[in-house]
């Protein structure tokens, strides 16, 4: 199964100022069309996860544009621009290339 | 509106058993993969298992052996019968559609304990 590793796991953010998410996969999980099948997700306290990114970059509908996907292959990050109170929880990045999906362990993001 | 509702979970005994259900609604469901993602109690997010539109099956390790997935898509429903059960099967059962994982539902808790 293909491992992922996400850093930090703790992430303690003033609001209004920039966050940013590592996660790397064990193997490459760009396929021959180009497409990097990395999503991300956010869990809010108390709630079921919700989809933020999906194919590495392209946010998911009504996911404001302050959060940013990037990266190919084995290194990806999630960036918040400017973070706001109502983004705290915990952040979890997931490998689709093999249907044997695997999540990251999570991160998780509090306001200072 | 696309909705996922689960069901079936509970207090159960190890070695004992459960079938969890998913009710989809607001998408055609025949068209999609459906899955079921678990969360350990204070725990990071583990995928289970996955039936596909012409019901390709995956299992985790973990479970391969002891939880069977299927679907009805006369019902638009999924389900997970879940046998043999372990203290380390306790969690929040979620139904999935996809991938991207683009609906939850909101979760059924399975305790296995005795």
């Known amino acids: 199964d293909i491992v992922m590793t996400q850093s930090p796991l703790s992430l303690p953010v003033i609001p209004g100022e920039p966050a940013s998410i590592s996660c790397r996969s064990s193997?490459?999980?760009?396929?021959?069309?180009?497409?990097?099948?990395l999503d991300w997700y956010l869990q809010k306290p108390g709630q079921s996860p919700q989809l933020l990114i999906f194919?590495?970059?392209t946010r998911a509908p009504g996911v404001p544009a302050r959060f940013s996907g990037s990266g190919s292959g084995t290194d990806f990050t999630l960036q918040i621009s400017r973070v706001e109170a109502e983004d705290v929880g915990i952040y979890y990045c997931?490998?689709?290339?093999?249907?044997?999906?695997?999540f990251g362990q999570g991160t998780k993001l509090e306001i200072k | 509106e696309v909705q996922l509702v689960e069901s079936g979970g509970g207090l159960v005994k190890p070695g004992g058993s459960l079938r969890l259900s998913c009710a989809a609604s607001?998408?055609?469901?025949?068209?999609?993969?459906m899955n079921w993602v678990r969360q350990a109690p204070g725990k990071g997010l583990e995928w289970v298992s996955s039936?596909?539109?012409?019901?390709?099956?995956f299992y985790a390790d973990s479970v391969k052996g002891r939880f069977t997935i299927s679907r009805d898509n006369s019902k638009s429903s999924l389900y997970l019968h879940t046998s043999s059960l372990r203290a380390e099967d306790t969690a929040v059962y979620y139904c999935?559609?996809?991938?991207?994982?683009?609906?939850w539902g909101q979760g059924t808790l399975v305790t296995v304990s005795s």
């Open positions: 999935t559609r996809g991938p991207p994982l683009d609906s």
């Open positions: 997931m490998q689709a290339f093999q249907t044997r999906y695997t």
């Open positions: 039936v596909t539109p012409s019901r390709d099956i």
């Open positions: 194919l590495g970059s």
């Open positions: 607001g998408f055609d469901f025949t068209t999609y993969t």
């Open positions: 193997q490459s999980l760009l396929d021959s069309n180009g497409h990097n099948f």
